[in-house]
């Protein structure tokens, strides 16, 4: 009976120093994270790696010998997250142009400090080797994830059309063997008669490409966002008031096509890019594909 009774008492007493325990835990721990904090904890783990201190370091590094994507990742889920919650609020209203722009934390932090902008920044050095691809899938993801009304917004609009423009100088200088002996079929493509020499090229055209698609299928929701990534000219519907979209878009094809290599108006190059890769092999060609059905749409 004596040893029973103390075994209850000592079960209660490690009980309340468990409970004590993790009271004083708590306390020093301070309130749980936000998700505003932990998209600042990645983006500042990222931003440590272009320090001066570190820039000899990161020329010889490869991104996947660095924890850059896996913060890259971590930003995009505590984005991500605080989308869904918004959305889930507002989903009663009406319209794909009434999805919350009144955005949360993340997203107004992201805009107030032009993270996009420096993301791009790192991008074009491609330091360490391999972080232009990481960005180009970032913003995919990111065009994909959020409210289409926030494409308006020129803290995201402009750094996606640079990120792009970036992207697709690199494919374009990049070398290419050629694969037929006719000069004339020059106006197939550089998909079509050549072949990109460097791994890298390949796999950055396709990012690129994915990106036009998901871009090109987030303006099918909602036609008259299309004049924020495209400046038609003063001709026939080029103030947006006369011709359907498809007929825009039609109109831009055939000018990117007349154009040869250089693509004309303000943001044709997204054509002149999927005009460029309609005929390649493989799953280049395909992405280039859909994009050219979902601008014609």
């Not at 009144?102 to 805009?111: D, P, S, T, V």
């Not at 008031?241 to 190059?269: K, P, Y």
Request: glycine share 10%.
């Amino acid at each position: 009976m004596f040893t029973r009774e103390s075994g209850r008492r000592g079960a209660g007493v490690l009980e309340r120093m468990r409970n004590l325990v993790d009271n004083v835990a708590e306390a020093f721990d301070g309130p749980a994270a936000t998700r505003k904090d932990r998209l600042l904890e990645n983006w500042t783990r990222i931003q440590e790696y272009y320090t001066p201190q570190r820039q000899d370091d990161l020329r010889r590094q490869d991104i996947r010998d660095t924890t850059i994507p896996h913060h890259l990742e971590g930003m995009l889920r505590e984005v991500c997250s605080e989308i869904l919650d918004e959305t889930a609020q507002t989903e009663d209203q009406d319209g794909a142009l009434a999805q919350a722009l009144e955005f949360g934390a993340c997203m107004e932090y992201l805009l107030q400090y032009h993270v996009l902008s420096d993301l791009v920044e790192f991008g074009e050095a491609d330091e360490p080797r391999g972080m232009r691809k990481y960005v180009v899938r970032f913003f995919d993801s990111f065009v994909g994830a959020i409210p289409l009304g926030l494409l308006a917004e020129s803290a995201i609009r402009l750094p996606l059309v640079a990120v792009m423009r970036q992207s697709l100088q690199v494919v374009e200088t990049s070398p290419v063997t050629a694969v037929s002996g006719n000069g004339g079929e020059d106006r197939l493509g550089r998909g079509y008669h050549g072949v990109m020499r460097e791994r890298a090229a390949v796999v950055l055209c396709h990012d690129l490409l994915q990106l036009i698609v998901t871009l090109f299928a987030r303006l099918r929701e909602h036609a008259n966002m299309v004049h924020l990534f495209f400046d038609w000219g003063g001709g026939e519907g080029g103030n947006g008031s006369s011709g359907s979209s498809s007929d825009l878009a039609v109109a831009a094809l055939r000018a990117a096509a007349a154009a040869g290599h250089t693509a004309r108006g303000h943001e044709l190059f997204l054509v002149h890019t999927i005009v460029e890769y309609l005929l390649a092999p493989g799953a280049t060609g395909e992405l280039a594909r859909e994009a050219l059905v979902l601008a014609v749409q």
